[in-house]
Each structure stands twice: as C-alpha cells, then as structure tokens.
C-alpha cells in the first residue's frame, strides 16, 4: 500500500466515522404528474413547472399553519405557532409539521410528490443517536423523515436498537438511512466471497429479519471514489468496487432481506467523477435503487462557493467537460431517483450570513430540480479540518433553516411499510 493510498483510506474512514459503539432535470420517470420537459434557466439549471395540485408550490408562496419566524430574505409567513409535544426524554419538541396528503412515500421510498427532509445529527461528536436527533428537530422546529447514521466493520449489527426505535416513535415514525463500510477484506476479496464477510451478512440478514421488517435506506461504503486504486491486483479497482457492492445486495437480499432500498453514494468531487473509472463504479441497475451524493458549499469565495445550484452542479476549470453531478446523473442514470445523502454549508467568521443567504435562496432554487427526492444535512460543529455545518450558526442561519424545512415541498407523509 503506498503512502498516499494509506492516508487517502485512513481519511476517508474517518470521514464516514461519526457514530460511537451505538452508531458504529430532461423528462424523467420520477418528475412529478404535470412537470414541463426540460428547459434551461438563466442561470444554466434545468427548469421546471410547478405544480400546486401535486404539491410542488411556489417556494414564496404564503404557507398556511407554519409558525412565523424572524429573518431577512423569504415573504412572510403566517404567526400561528404550531403546538408542540413532549418526547421520550421528556424535552418539548414540535409536532411533526402539516403534511400535503398527496405526498407520501411509494414504491421503494420514492415520495409521490415533494422531497423528503433528514438529518445525520451530532456528527464527529459524543452526542449522537436520539439524543442529538431530538435536540436537532427541538432548534430546527422540524420533524425530520429521514435519520442518517453510520455503521462499518463486522461486528455490529443494525439497525440497533436505538435506530429502530427512532423509525418506529409514534406519531413520528421515521426512515432509516444506514451507511455500511466493510473493514478486513478487500472489494475484491468480498465480491469473491471472503468467508468472514459473508458470514457476517447471513447475521446481519437474520437480525434484519428478525427486528426490522420497515422499508429502510441502505448503502455500502459510501463516498468509495477516494480508495479507488486503478491497478490490477489492488482490490480496489472501479470494477471491484462494483462487484463487491453487487455481492452485499444480492447476499443479503438472497436471505430474505427484501426491505432494502439501495442508494449508491458517490463522493461527488470532480476530479474523481471526471477519471476514466468512474462510471465502471456503478454496479448495475438491479441493485441500485437510488443515487446519492454528498456535496457541501463554502462560505468563503473559491472552490465551493455559491448558492444550490453550484452545490448540485459544481464544476471546475480545469475539468471543463463535466456537467455537474446533478446533471450527469439525470443523464446517466435517467430513471433513478436523487438523494443529497449528505450536504451542508460551511460556516465562516469573515463571511457569517452566508448561511442564511444560502437557505434563503436554497428556497427558491430547489423547484428546478426535480429528480431530488430527499437531502439529508449533516449536521457537525467541526469536521476534521474543524469546519462547522450546524444549521444554527447565527440566529439568522436557524430561522432561514426553520423557514426552509417548513416549506410545502419538504412535506411529505412518510410509510416505510414493506408493501
């Protein structure tokens, strides 16, 4: 293993490491009944209609029953505050918000209409699991359908116990979104049945059986372009990557696990999704259900910097061919649903309303891109670099968050019964 390669597994690992011992547009199948065809806005992004009766409002428009909150940039809202319950622990938090009934989750979790909202909490902190979820959805003022955690090794099994009674608190029943990394074998020994990792995919297929019978988000090592290594003989090749990841989905779905709904999560960085390999990553259509990528902005002008849509389209210079991921993925990938598995907008000192400026045009940029069907934050007060995502960095960050996440195309009723 060569030097760079070391330090490019060891920080990836990291990367995916936020839990503890208890979290170890062109017309497309999924547009919404009514939307147009594709068209081009001024600022290069795919266009859309919008909708109404299918739940696809006009992101300005006022919104009956959101309590009002205090900020700069979006319409007003009206003031009545909605009530709020006690959960589990005793602590306020809101009720779950007022749900367009024409959206809900369908098959293999894709919503009928609008976009499901999550959050992966406390990240690269000590405060994880239901503790921090429910301190996120207490300051947010939002119930969030989707829970983002993080599994790896072959020990642990999952969902826990704790997840699954996240997905399952009534009233306010969740999605499961569950990472998944394997450790001790290579891709190419596990596509190739490596005895320890198979042997932990039949426990981990009973457990699931046995405890979790709901519809859940899956993935196999997530963000996996960054331990690419195009060498015959690596383990680590695209091709492995693919093979290995086939060989996790058809094992466990061969023992009886028929709740998964796969999402293959790519790193989204552009000079991985430009090398030759990268399509070879994908593998195959009866095995993927969704197609997520993990994509962050940047408070400070230079790379990263600017609202949603050079969030869903980054590009670079020197890279002058590549579309954007949004739009290479609605290309390549026309008849498969988007998730934003990760995302979030780095705070800065010298630039503070940046955050708040990015939710608030966030609002009315997200219509355009009609193949999203869920973004999940990642919410973490430092990364490795010590970089914060937290939605409530300034006052103004949390009440453009609140106003964000009680838009009409966030709301959507979620069923994760295994049809």
């Known amino acids: 293993m060569t030097t760079a390669f070391a330090l490019s597994v060891v920080t990836t690992l990291a990367w995916a490491w936020t839990g503890g011992v208890d979290e170890l547009g062109i017309p497309l199948p999924y547009s919404h009944p009514g ?3 594709p068209g081009s806005a001024a600022d290069g992004s795919p266009t859309v209609h919008v909708d109404p009766s299918n739940g696809w ?13 205090p900020d700069q940039g979006l319409p007003g809202r009206p003031t009545t505050a909605a009530p709020s319950t006690a959960g589990p622990d005793r602590r306020p938090h809101p009720a779950p918000p007022v749900r367009n009934p024409s959206c809900r989750t369908g098959e293999k979790l894709v919503p009928t209409c609008g ?7 406390g990240a690269f902190t000590e ?33 826990t116990k704790e997840e699954i009674g996240i997905a399952r608190e009534r009233g306010r029943e969740r999605l499961l979104f569950l990472n998944w990394k394997p450790v001790g074998a290579s891709w190419e020994e596990i596509a190739e049945g490596d005895k320890k ?4 995919l039949d426990r981990l297929a009973k457990h699931i059986r046995k405890n979790y019978r709901e519809q859940f988000f899956f993935t196999v090592h997530h963000e996996a372009e960054d331990n690419v290594r195009e060498k015959s003989g690596s383990g680590y090749t695209a091709d492995d990557y693919a093979k290995m990841y086939r060989h996790v989905v058809k094992r466990l779905r061969a023992r009886g696990v028929d709740n998964l709904v796969t999402v293959l999560v790519h790193m989204a960085y552009v000079p991985h999704t430009t090398k030759s390999w990268f399509d070879r990553m994908y593998p195959g259509d009866d095995v993927v259900d969704w197609i997520g990528f993990d994509t962050y902005a940047y408070s400070d002008p230079g ?6 849509t050079e969030l869903l389209n980054r590009r670079m210079g020197s890279r002058p061919t590549w579309p954007g991921f949004y739009n290479w993925a609605v290309n390549r990938h026309a008849d498969k649903p988007l998730m934003v598995a990760e995302w979030g907008v780095w705070s800065s000192k010298k630039n503070p309303g940046h955050k708040a400026g990015f939710y608030r045009d966030m609002a009315r940029q997200i219509p355009r891109f009609k193949n999203i069907r869920a973004m999940v934050h990642f919410d973490t007060p430092h990364n490795q670099k010590g970089m914060d995502s937290r939605v409530d960095a300034t006052r103004e960050s949390l009440a453009a968050y609140r106003r964000l996440g009680h838009l009409p195309i966030f709301q959507v009723e979620v069923d994760n019964a295994l049809s």
């Open 115 to 121: 976009i499901l909202w999550g959050v992966a909490p």
């Open 35 to 37: 939307a147009s065809g």
């Open 57 to 69: 409002i006009d992101p300005t428009a006022p919104e009956p029953g959101v309590p009002a909150v």
């Open 303 to 308: 790379y990263g910097h600017g609202d949603l």
């Open 127 to 159: 405060q994880r699991g239901a503790v921090a979820l429910a301190a996120f959805e207490r300051k947010t003022e939002r119930h969030q359908d989707i829970y983002h955690a993080y599994h790896r090794g072959e020990k642990q099994l999952f969902p």
């Open 197 to 200: 990792t198979d042997a932990y």
